[in-house]
Structure formats: C-alpha cells, structure tokens
C-alpha cells in the first residue's frame, strides 16, 4: 500500500494543498513579471484571474490524466503505468522550481497542468492495482486506503507549507517542486513490489507469472478459489475487448452501474471539498481569523480529513460501503446549510455585536 500510495493518492492530496501556502508570494510574482516584462503592473482583478487559472488547470490536468489510464492500465500494467506517472511529476517540478528564475509564471501553468495528470491517472490506476492485489476480505480496506494516502498527503502539503518550512517568499518554488520527492520514493520503491495478479491472468494470460505474484502477496496461504475466481472471470470476458467510453455509455447494461458511479463521483467533486484546499486563505480571512494563524488552522481541516477516512478504512468491512456514504453525504448536507446560514448573517451579527460594545463602552464611561 505504501509503495503504491506514496506516489499514487498522496501526490493528489500533497499538490492540492501545497499551492495554498504561496498564494500571496505567486501573485506578488505575477505582477513583478508582467512589471518586467511590459513596465506597468497588473490590476488586482487580472491577478486574481491569472491566480484563478494556476489554481484551475489542475483539475483540468486530473481530467486528461484520468482519460489516460485507462489504457495506461491495459497496455503498461497497473505497477508501470503507476511508475511511468512519475514522468509527470518530475517534469512538473522542473517546470515550478524553475520558474522564478525563467521569469516566467506560465511554467508554473504548465506544472500544475502536469501536476493534475499525475493525480489523475494515480486516481484510478492505484485503487485498481489495491484492489486486485488484496485479498477478498480485505478489498474495501485495501482501496480505502486510496482516501488515507490522500488525506496524509493534504496534511503534508499543509506542513510542508508553513512559513516555517518552505511556505516562505524565498523558497516558495521549492514547495511547488517538493512533489517530485514521493515520486522518486515511489521509483525506488514500487518496482520491488508484484504486478497485479489479476493483470497478469487475465490481460497478459501468463498464469505462471500470477502464481509468482500471488505466492509473494500472500506467502503460503492456499489461493486455489482466488485463482479459480479469476479464471472464471477470465473466461466469462473472453474475446471481448475492452470498451471505450462512448461504447461504456452506451451499453444499457451497464447503465445502472454507470450511473451510481456518476452521482457519487459528482456529490464528492461538487461538494467544494477541493475548492476549500485552494481558497482556504481567502476563506478563513474572511471568516476574520488574522493572516498568522491561517496556515494553523488550515492543517487543522486536513487532519479532519485524515482522521475520517483512517475510521472509514477501520469500519468498512463491518459496517458497509452503504452507510458510510449515506452518513458521510448527510453530514456534508448539513454542514452545507450551517455554513451558508452562518456566512449569509455574519456581517448582520458582527454589527450587533460592535453596536453592543458600543452601547457598554457607553454605559461605562457615564458611570
């Protein structure tokens, strides 16, 4: 799990906060820049938007590279299609560390675009590789470890970048390039691990070579009906090939599935979880917390995160997949309606606490 986390998931999690951190340092950058370049400045408005876009494109980015693992999975294997996907982050790095010294805030565009197609490919790839390669009992903790990696890599994004550390304006290009360290972690590990076993029967049909890997992933326990699952799965599928993704949508068949995996991927986007990572300066300044303590408490809400999902992975298997979705979408709901009512009235009670404070101040100098 480590092997295929470290560079899978976390990288995903790790990106996502780390461009919190330097957010005044890379506007600051963007108008010297543009200064430079054009001798006038930038309005605040164009900053922001050239902001906007360094923080959009990574999304963007996971949505070329979940269009790419698809057939990275099928033509590489899950275990090189997870190596290769370094290649992304190492250029990635090259692009953000080097940009303040190119002078050019448009390599920082192009890191994070990289940045995203790592996460998106490790996305998909790592909980199919967790998945095949666990045992059965195991599976729903084996892919929900997928979630703790990502949630260890928001809080080290989130260490990693106090001001302390490497959130400073000197070094703030070291912090965009520090994701390049568990993708070399990644490359001197992972290769020592078995290719999936399912891969190796069922795509490849070397079943000599998924004796191997199973024999290493399980040691000595008997996996003859593992085996005998996968070899029924692989007759089942025989001469098939795999299907694209208008051919997935159109497939009546699969239309239930489909759909299931739609809405509970589109509640987990929209639920303004990864916004939050991005903008968690703006957001906790205007809730009126001082520019020195928001870099606390932001690690603050990653730990949340990671407190949650390290309960999930222990409960899955007892208490099903099920109910942690339902309660896990009830409470984001309700939560969702806290915030918004607290926000809509937080001006409205800020004013009746300064008039109170007023009216005492008052009070005490009469007496």
């Known amino acids: 799990m480590f092997a295929a986390g470290i560079g899978g998931t976390f990288q995903y999690g790790y990106n996502l906060t780390i461009i919190n951190a330097p957010t005044t340092h890379i506007q600051k950058f963007v108008n010297e820049t543009w200064l430079e370049r054009y001798g006038s400045e930038l309005d ?3 900053i922001t938007l050239i902001w906007s876009i360094i923080v959009s494109v990574f999304p963007l980015g996971g949505f070329m590279g979940a ?4 057939p990275m999975a099928i033509r590489l294997g899950r275990k090189k299609s997870l190596l290769f996907n370094n290649l992304f982050i190492i250029l990635s790095a090259i692009f953000c560390g080097l940009s303040r010294y190119a002078k050019s805030f448009e390599m920082i565009i192009l890191g994070r675009i990289l940045a995203g197609v790592n996460s998106g490919v490790s ?30 890599g ?10 302390e550390i490497l959130g400073s304006e000197e070094v703030w290009p070291l912090l965009l390039a520090s994701n390049v360290t568990p993708g070399i972690i990644q490359l001197m590990v992972l290769p020592w691990v078995p290719e999936s076993p399912r891969y190796l029967l069922i795509d490849l049909k070397d079943k000599d070579s998924c004796v191997v890997a199973l024999r290493r992933l399980r040691g000595n326990c008997d996996f003859t009906s593992e085996m ?26 699969l239309r239930r599935q489909l759909l ?16 939050m990572y991005f903008y968690a300066s703006y957001v906790f300044q205007a809730a009126g917390i001082s520019s020195e ?20 992975t222990l409960v899955i298997d007892r208490v099903g997949r099920r109910v942690l979705v339902m ?19 937080q001006v409205k009670v800020q004013k009746k606490c300064i008039n109170v404070v007023n009216i005492m101040q008052k009070k005490c100098n009469k007496e």
């Open 44 to 46: 605040s408005w164009v």
């Open 67 to 70: 269009l790419l693992a698809g």
């Open 123 to 152: 996305m998909c790839i790592q909980p199919m590789y967790l998945g095949e390669s666990a045992p059965r009992k195991l599976r729903g903790t084996g892919a929900l470890s997928c979630a703790v990696s990502t949630a260890i």
């Open 154 to 163: 928001l809080v080290m994004g989130q260490v990693v970048g106090l001001r």
């Open 228 to 253: 005998e699952e996968m070899m029924a799965e692989q007759t089942a599928i025989q001469g098939q090939r795999p299907k694209s993704l208008c051919e997935l949508i159109q497939d009546q068949s």
């Open 260 to 275: 299931t995996i739609v809405v509970l991927s589109s509640a987990m986007q929209l639920c303004g979880n990864d916004s």
């Open 293 to 312: 303590k928001i870099q606390y408490v932001v690690i603050g809400t990653g730990s949340c995160e990671l407190l949650t999902s390290i309960t999930c």
């Open 327 to 345: 309660g896990g979408y009830s409470l984001m709901s309700v939560w969702a309606v806290v915030f918004m009512v607290a926000l809509s009235q």
